[in-house]
């Protein structure tokens, strides 16, 4: 648990405002983000590289709710984003466009020319075909796009086979080798204002090692262009450290990776991005459920189903992650005397992969218990579905004991106006299959 989400009279809480009473006023399953939890993840790493010229630009691909990117940005942040939806998010939740990133390799025409419109600080061009596309876009804009060319160093990092982004072969970035020769020619382009290279190589990074190597080779390849007379303005290093519940598994503290930031701003001399994501949401943030009902296996292992499910929290289904899960009530009201015992935590989608947890020490619960499952703050809302035709879920931000409904749960009405018929189908009779139904 962090300082945000604690017990105070057998009641867990975030911060002043206990989760039973959000349960009670707004159902479930629904998110709990702790504003106070966002705004010191932001701060601990801000003083860990204090002194270095850097800017933290917040990841929105993480968490897109604009409270929670409002916070951070009220906090210091800039934003690093990947479509035209995340970069309107990040300026109304009041990022400067001189503070936001574009990264991604599949940007659209209508995307680039929005981008170099806003003004914002800098376009991550990840392929030949984009780089050629922008200038199109640039020369008949009449406005020169800022461009950094992302590297793909060849890599491997990431918590998961699914979030390593920077070995030879992933789809991301352009091949170190070739940097050289399409830096030079991006550098003669009136329309481009290069401003210098980026690299992201993955998410979850417990070890310094792939770190090491990459920021290596980045500011040895800023230094070759350099030497060049190219003007290389400054490195985006990507995100990926990882801290929080990590950290419980990581042999990388956040001062080691700060010494590391550090080592290529001796080494370069150059202003730093770095975009964080995970690592500024995942422990600000609770999925909040009830259990439904209970089973029991052969083997006599419990089995709990809850009202949430994996359209709701996609990260175990997807990447086999692991979260802990806790009783809302310290001693559920059903047998507070009996010890804890691991059980499976599953939901009601029809999918064997519909699981949070297959070990978590619980009290024995009855149907009504609440559960919370913690580090849920990113690559939760913004990867839900209406997988199975179930709303998403509503998400609550908790500054002390205030609670704001930062997101309405969706309606069932509203998913159904979201499918018009055709006109030839409204006025057909049922189908023959259907008359002869009992």
């Known amino acids: 648990m962090t300082g945000s989400f604690s017990y105070r009279r057998g009641i867990l809480h975030a911060e ?9 006023r707004f159902g479930t399953p629904l998110y709990v983000y702790a504003a106070g939890e966002l705004r010191a993840l932001y701060d601990r790493m801000a003083a860990a590289l204090r002194g270095c010229p850097v800017l933290l630009c917040y990841a929105l691909k993480a968490n897109f709710n604009l409270a929670v990117v409002r916070i951070l940005a009220r906090a210091g942040a800039g934003a690093d984003i990947v479509s035209e939806g ?24 209508e995307e ?7 003004g914002i600080a800098q376009i991550n061009v990840e392929s030949e075909e984009e780089l050629a596309a922008l200038i199109e876009i640039a020369q008949a804009s009449g406005i020169r796009a800022p461009v950094a060319l992302r590297v793909n160093p060849n890599v491997a990092a990431g918590g998961h086979e699914k979030i390593a982004t920077g070995r030879e072969g992933d789809k991301f970035g352009l091949p170190l ?18 401003q210098g290279l980026a690299v992201h190589i993955g998410s979850q990074i417990l070890d310094a090692a792939p770190f090491r190597e990459a920021f290596g080779k980045l500011a040895g390849l800023a230094k070759a262009l350099r030497q060049e007379g190219l003007p290389v303005a400054r490195l985006d290093l990507g995100g990926g450290f990882a801290y929080g519940q990590d950290l419980e598994r990581a042999a990388l503290s956040l001062e080691d990776y700060a010494d590391l930031v550090r080592q290529v701003w ?29 089973k029991t296996a052969p083997s006599g292992e419990r089995i709990l189903v809850v009202d949430a499910a994996m359209n709701d929290f996609l990260r ?23 010890p804890a015992a691991p059980c499976q935590i599953v939901g009601p989608v029809c999918e064997s992969g519909d699981r949070f947890a297959s070990a978590a020490p619980l009290p024995p619960m009855a149907a009504g218990d609440l559960i919370a499952l913690m580090d849920a703050g990113a690559y939760g809302a913004v990867m839900a579905s209406s ?23 969706e309606s069932r009405r509203e998913m159904l106006e979201r499918d018009p018929l055709p006109p030839w189908l409204l006025d057909e009779r049922a189908p023959s299959s259907a008359r002869r139904s009992p």
Do not use: C
């Open 112 to 118: 680039l020319a929005l981008a170099l419109k806003m």
């Open 266 to 294: 001796r080494e370069t001399e150059l202003p730093l991005i770095l975009e964080p994501g995970r690592a500024l949401t995942a422990s600000a943030g609770i999925l909040l459920a009830s259990v439904l009902y209970q």
């Open 387 to 409: 997988y199975n035709g179930r709303p998403r879920l509503a998400e609550i931000i908790v500054s002390d004991s205030r609670i704001w409904l930062a997101r309405a749960r």
């Open 16 to 24: 002043n405002a206990p989760l039973d009473e959000i349960a009670r």
């Open 316 to 338: 175990p289904a997807l990447y086999g992650a692991s979260h802990a899960v806790l009783a809302v009530r310290e001693e559920a009201k059903s047998a507070a005397a009996a």
């Open 86 to 109: 995340e970069m309107r998010r990040a300026l109304q939740a009041g990022v400067q466009p001189s503070a936001i990133i574009f990264s991604g390799v599949g940007k659209r025409k």
């Open 177 to 194: 080798e070739k940097i050289p020769e399409i830096y030079r020619a991006a550098a003669k382009e009136p329309s481009l204002a290069m």
